[in-house]
T-cell receptor, first 113, second 114 residues
Framework: KQEVTQIPAALSVPEGENLVLNCSFT??????LQWFRQDPGKGLTSLLL?????REQTSGRLNASLDKSSGRSTLYIAASQPGDSATYLC????????????FGPGTRLSVLP | SAVISQKPSRDICQRGTSLTIQCQVD?????MFWYRQQPGQSLTLIAT?????????ESGFVIDKFPISRPNLTFSTLTVSNMSPEDSSIYLC???????????FGQGTRLTVV
């Protein structure tokens, strides 16, 4: 059974710092991995999607990497801003038949002005 | 991307009553998905809704408790029936563009049962 963990559970940094969020999964047979952002009490916003054949994806100040063989993904946020404060979730998709995501528990990020 | 509108955004309901949550997508999609996020927890898939057929429920979720409708390719509803305080959660709908596996979510419905 696929299990997804995220470290750290919570992180507080001053504005301007570069930071790394970690996601680990136990079964390397994944179809893709997606990073989301969730603001308190709200839905999810898709940040980056990495296909299983890819090693990384970039969007603006965000860079996500994937090492499928070791069961790891990282989300790198450059020059953090208070507006980046949110919970960041990673989710792995087992296959492309339906939306059978397994979500991690999330990393709660606070960026202090 | 996909634009998903979910209604209501939040509600406080009495135990024993039912609430229907609506999900509207800005384009036609084959499958729509409903999730539950209990307080402090991550997301759990409730069911997959295909147009023209009955929804497929995940283990631990049943149609009598969470009936789903999917009348067309842009709309779905989830009803939370005979509610108890344990049903207090955020409920989210999600879609994928046909042919792609990137998932997009609505803004969620925050349900509190008192």
């Amino acid at each position: 059974k696929q299990e997804v963990t995220q470290i750290p559970a919570a992180l507080s940094v001053p504005e301007g710092e570069n930071l790394v969020l970690n996601c680990s999964f136990t079964d390397s047979a994944i179809y893709n991995l997606q990073w989301f952002r969730q603001d308190p009490g709200k839905g999810l916003t898709s940040l980056l999607l990495i296909q299983s054949s890819q090693r990384e994806q970039t969007s603006g100040r965000l860079n996500a990497s994937l090492d499928k063989s070791s069961g790891r993904s990282t989300l790198y946020i450059a020059a953090s801003q208070p507006g980046d404060s949110a919970t960041y979730l990673c989710a792995v998709l087992r296959d492309n038949y339906g939306q059978n995501f397994v979500f991690g528990p999330g990393t709660r990020l606070s960026v202090l002005p | 991307s996909a634009v998903i509108s979910q209604k209501p955004s939040r509600d406080i309901c009495q135990r024993g009553t039912s609430l229907t949550i609506q999900c509207q997508v800005d384009s036609q999609v084959t499958m729509m998905f409903w999730y539950r996020q209990q307080p402090g927890q991550s997301l759990t898939l409730i069911a997959t809704a295909n147009q023209g057929s009955e929804a497929t429920y995940e283990s631990g979720f049943v149609i009598d408790k969470f009936p789903i409708s999917r009348p067309n390719l842009t709309f779905s509803t989830l009803t939370v029936s005979n509610m108890s305080p344990e049903d207090s959660s955020i409920y989210l709908c999600s879609v994928e563009r046909d042919g792609f596996t990137e998932a997009f979510f609505g803004q969620g419905t925050r349900l509190t049962v008192v």
